[in-house]
């Protein structure tokens, strides 16, 4: 591109970002969509090499033709994908608000790809991600991970799963994904890890709810308690679990429930509190929740790793904090 004369590169995640934008704007236009409805059209579109919509004007068909044909997708790395789409995404958020659809921060899902890969030990597992939205997270923790991970996700929301189907494409992540209600009976096999930022809140179906040890007594049980309960329900004896959670996770009045739950089924391995600059107010702040199934041969850490991260970006601070955590992992993981 020339700008005053000189040459600017654009790199490959604005342009892959340019091209999602400018064919999810036509299309919306076209279909009299949502625009991250257009962009899961366009992203199909983009994988399959063609139009695939039969209502768009044979103009519109040529101009997305045109730019489709005008980029090369095998010169981009999976990660210039991952954060290309989402950058499209928070754009459609932002435009159509949706508050129980944030997306995890990438500094996050990039500390929790580190932590999986530094439990799990071994490039052959199975992955599970109940709560996968848009398939950011998931994306993010696999782009980090080597070998074969066999990967799940559950989402109850159709435009979400559409668009994470349509990540998992483009990256080709052959992600096995479910649209349901996550918290109603799973059928599927056992995993050795799950990943989630827990969906936050009261879970409306109380007739559901009752099958879980975690319901309320009275009233509506937490979402984010079930989450769990069901998380484990789905991982084998030994398995890791890794939750994005809130800090007050063990402080609000259905706690003493989970903390028997733990109690009896079990190990946390740890606790790594966000920094609260990284939230809107204190009260809104998380941490990571690293958990282990209880299981034959399973040991307890001498310790639990118990982590306050500073700010992610203070890279000196952060290199203190990971020689700590590896030396977590020497003195308990051998």
């Excluded at 005008?70 to 790395?77: N, V």
């Excluded at 996050?108 to 890969?117: E, K, W």
């Excluded at 937490?222 to 809130?246: A, C, D, K, N």
């Excluded at 000196?316 to 590896?326: F, P």
């Amino acid at each position: 591109m020339l700008i005053g004369g000189k040459q600017l590169s654009i790199s490959p995640v604005e342009q892959l970002f340019t091209l999602f934008n400018e064919t999810a704007v036509a299309l919306q236009e076209e279909l009299s969509c949502t625009y991250l409805e257009a962009l899961a059209e366009t992203g199909e579109n983009l994988f399959h090499g063609s139009v695939l919509q039969e209502e768009v004007s044979e103009l519109t068909e040529k101009r997305l033709k045109k730019q489709y044909a005008e980029i090369d997708l095998s010169k981009f790395s999976k990660e210039e994908f991952r954060k290309a789409y989402q950058l499209v995404i928070l754009k459609g958020m932002k435009e159509n608000v949706q508050p129980n659809h944030q997306m995890t921060p990438d500094t996050v899902g990039m500390l929790l790809g580190y932590l999986v890969q530094k439990f799990m030990n071994k490039t052959n597992f199975r992955l599970l991600d109940p709560a996968v939205g848009t398939g950011n997270l998931l994306t993010t923790v696999l782009n980090q991970l080597q070998g074969k991970i066999d990967s799940v996700g559950v989402e109850i929301d159709d435009l979400l799963i559409k668009l994470a189907y349509v990540n998992a494409n483009l990256q080709e992540y052959p992600i096995q994904l479910f649209n349901q209600d996550s918290l109603e009976p799973l059928f599927i096999d056992p995993v050795d890890a799950v990943v989630a930022d827990l969906p936050i809140g009261f879970y409306p179906n109380d007739v559901r709810a009752a099958d879980y040890k975690l319901k309320a007594d009275q009233g509506h049980s937490y979402s984010h308690h079930l989450f769990i309960e069901q998380s484990v329900r789905h991982t084998v004896p030994g398995g890791y679990l890794f939750f994005v959670v809130p800090n007050g996770l063990f402080e609000s009045e259905q706690a003493p429930q989970l903390k028997e739950f733990l109690r009896e089924n079990i190990i946390v391995q740890g606790l790594l509190q966000l920094p609260t600059a990284m939230f809107k107010n204190k009260a809104a702040a998380k941490s990571i929740l690293i958990l282990q199934k209880q299981g034959e041969n399973v040991i307890a850490p001498k310790q639990a790793m118990l982590v306050d991260l500073p700010s992610l970006s203070n890279a000196v601070e952060m290199d203190k904090i990971l020689t700590r955590i590896e030396q977590w992992f020497q003195e308990n993981k051998r």
